[in-house]
């Protein structure tokens, strides 16, 4: 988590501030990021992030993580997004656990979740 840049506010100002020009080092220390969360947060005691319903996990990482309600335009085309990843993770020989937490690293690391900071 160190090596993500860090974001906050400025004295001031009302908008947040976040590294203007994402390099590598950061995509890659985010893309960790999220899957070391995933690992403690799928499966895990009293999670919403649930292989045996993943339905609904797939609905509160869209709304939670992603940040988008059912009301925006853009809920219907992230949760698609997500379903279809998580049925390739499963065609490809992972287990439900493995595939829910693929699918949340690529829920934790979209822009939504990445413009404002982790």
């Given amino acids: 988590a160190g090596s993500v840049a860090t974001d ?4 001031g100002s009302e908008l947040p501030v976040t590294p203007s020009e994402p390099t590598l080092f950061y995509r890659a220390a985010s893309e960790l990021l999220c899957e070391n969360v995933a690992a403690v947060a799928v499966d895990a005691t009293d999670s919403p992030y649930n292989s045996s319903d993943a339905d609904g996990a797939l609905a509160d990482m869209v709304e939670r993580i992603m940040g988008y309600t059912k009301s925006d335009t853009h809920y219907a085309m992230a949760l698609q997004i997500l379903h279809d990843h998580l049925n390739e993770a499963r065609g490809s020989g ?3 656990t493995d595939a829910l ?3 949340f690293a ?3 690391q979209s822009p939504t ?3 404002l900071g982790l």
């Fill in 106 to 108: 690529l829920a934790c």
């Fill in 94 to 96: 992972a287990s439900a």
């Fill in 8 to 11: 906050g506010f400025s004295r």
């Fill in 101 to 103: 937490r693929s699918t």
């Fill in 113 to 115: 979740s990445l413009a």
